[in-house]
């Protein structure tokens, strides 16, 4: 079954007789967190030797029978499986109809939304599926002031504001640099734009801008270095694209301001979320290659990729390589004319 947003944090404290939730989405570290939530709230701690077992992508086999075994020590058995996909759904399947007091942690990123485990979770009376997406816009900056309010600390709201053009495709790196900001800005202390400029702007897991910026300009080989990096740190395909969306925007309404008068360079300044300094010239360089007509085309390649990625079972990965390199390569034809 389906589990309302407003049950899932006490779902996450207590599962009660809940035999498997799969975790789904693009955000892999809120995945990775809700599980290591899960296992601990069930186990008592995410390491016991006893009551957790682990299962990689090679081992969907063994779920049903690791379902099944008692722990040494007593208590309720932990069975978490990374990096789950459909090829589990009989091992699940089977694992569900078994009598085994177990309980199933299926991390799985990137997920079909109409694939079959996904179809099996849901409609199991004993399991739930719980969506993990990247936060964005306004909830994005909740996150960010609350994380910050519990350090006592406040935040202007420009720095609010370029903070959730940086952050929130992964919940664990964004929380990692609110709390490395925090540190920085010290109890009762203050986050103002320069700060955090300073103190996230050389985030490693920035690579997908770094990606993004680099296709608009028309630059395919440092697209394509920063794309593979990206992924290597683990932004799913669709977080790629609804990312590449996102820059795609933003570029939109900077060409809106231009078309009111306004010059490249002072529409890049008044963009929203801020541009980061260091990437203030290649937005200007994408807003002299892409006009408002190719802007509104690319929109809307990256929206059905986003699409095809949920619905054709392709590979989602060379879907989302496709579409940003085909971004990039578009960009360089326009440089050339």
């Given at each position: 079954?389906?589990l309302e947003?407003?049950r899932?944090?006490?779902?996450?404290r207590?599962?009660?007789?809940?035999r498997?939730?799969?975790?789904h989405?693009?955000?892999?570290?809120?995945i990775?967190?809700?599980?290591?939530?899960?296992?601990r709230a069930v186990a008592?701690a995410i390491?016991d030797?006893?009551?957790?077992?682990?299962l990689e992508?090679d081992?969907?086999?063994l779920?049903?029978d690791e379902?099944?075994s008692?722990?040494l020590?007593g208590?309720?058995?932990v069975?978490r499986?990374?990096?789950?996909?459909d090829?589990a759904?009989?091992?699940?399947?089977?694992a569900l109809?078994?009598?085994?007091q177990?309980?199933?942690?299926?991390?799985?990123?990137g997920?079909a939304?109409?694939?079959?485990?996904?179809?099996?979770i849901?409609r199991?009376?004993d399991?739930?599926?719980?969506a993990?997406y990247p936060?964005?816009?306004r909830?994005l900056?909740q996150?960010?002031?609350s994380?910050?309010?519990e350090?006592?600390i406040?935040?202007?709201?420009d720095?609010l504001?370029w903070l959730?053009?940086?952050?929130g495709?992964?919940?664990a790196?964004t929380?990692?640099e609110v709390?490395?900001?925090?540190l920085y800005a010290?109890?009762n202390?203050?986050?103002?734009?320069?700060?955090?400029?300073?103190?996230?702007?050389?985030?490693a897991?920035?690579?997908?801008?770094?990606a993004?910026?680099?296709?608009?300009?028309?630059d395919?080989?440092?697209?394509?270095?920063a794309l593979?990096l990206?992924?290597?740190?683990?932004?799913?395909p669709v977080?790629v694209l609804r990312?590449?969306?996102?820059?795609?925007?933003?570029?939109q309404?900077a060409?809106a301001?231009?078309?009111?008068?306004m010059?490249?360079a002072?529409?890049?300044k008044?963009?929203?979320p801020?541009?980061?300094?260091r990437?203030?010239?290649?937005?200007?360089r994408?807003?002299s290659?892409?006009?408002?007509?190719?802007?509104?085309q690319?929109c809307i390649r990256?929206?059905?990729?986003?699409?095809?990625?949920k619905?054709?079972g392709?590979?989602?990965?060379?879907?989302?390589r496709n579409?940003v390199?085909?971004l990039a390569?578009r960009g360089a034809?326009?440089?050339?004319?």
């Amino acid at each position: 079954m389906k589990l309302e947003a407003r049950r899932i944090e006490a779902f996450l404290r207590d599962p009660g007789t809940a035999r498997a939730v799969l975790l789904h989405g693009d955000d892999v570290g809120l995945i990775r967190d809700r599980a290591t939530r899960l296992v601990r709230a069930v186990a008592g701690a995410i390491d016991d030797p006893f009551r957790v077992v682990e299962l990689e992508r090679d081992s969907f086999s063994l779920i049903a029978d690791e379902m099944a075994s008692l722990s040494l020590t007593g208590g309720r058995r932990v069975v978490r499986v990374r990096d789950a996909t459909d090829a589990a759904t009989v091992a699940v399947q089977t694992a569900l109809g078994g009598r085994g007091q177990g309980f199933l942690v299926l991390e799985a990123p990137g997920l079909a939304a109409r694939g079959k485990l996904r179809t099996l979770i849901e409609r199991a009376a004993d399991a739930v599926a719980i969506a993990c997406y990247p936060v964005a816009g306004r909830a994005l900056e909740q996150t960010i002031r609350s994380t910050l309010s519990e350090f006592k600390i406040a935040v202007d709201q420009d720095a609010l504001e370029w903070l959730s053009g940086q952050l929130g495709a992964d919940q664990a790196v964004t929380l990692s640099e609110v709390e490395k900001l925090a540190l920085y800005a010290g109890q009762n202390g203050r986050v103002d734009l320069p700060a955090a400029r300073m103190c996230v702007g050389d985030l490693a897991g920035l690579s997908l801008d770094d990606a993004l910026f680099a296709a608009t300009s028309g630059d395919v080989p440092a697209a394509d270095r920063a794309l593979e990096l990206a992924m290597a740190e683990g932004v799913a395909p669709v977080g790629v694209l609804r990312a590449a969306l996102g820059h795609l925007q933003r570029l939109q309404r900077a060409r809106a301001a231009m078309a009111g008068g306004m010059t490249a360079a002072e529409a890049a300044k008044a963009a929203r979320p801020p541009v980061f300094f260091r990437r203030e010239a290649a937005f200007v360089r994408a807003l002299s290659l892409w006009s408002s007509a190719a802007l509104d085309q690319a929109c809307i390649r990256a929206w059905e990729a986003e699409r095809a990625c949920k619905r054709t079972g392709a590979p989602a990965e060379t879907i989302c390589r496709n579409a940003v390199i085909g971004l990039a390569q578009r960009g360089a034809a326009a440089r050339r004319r």
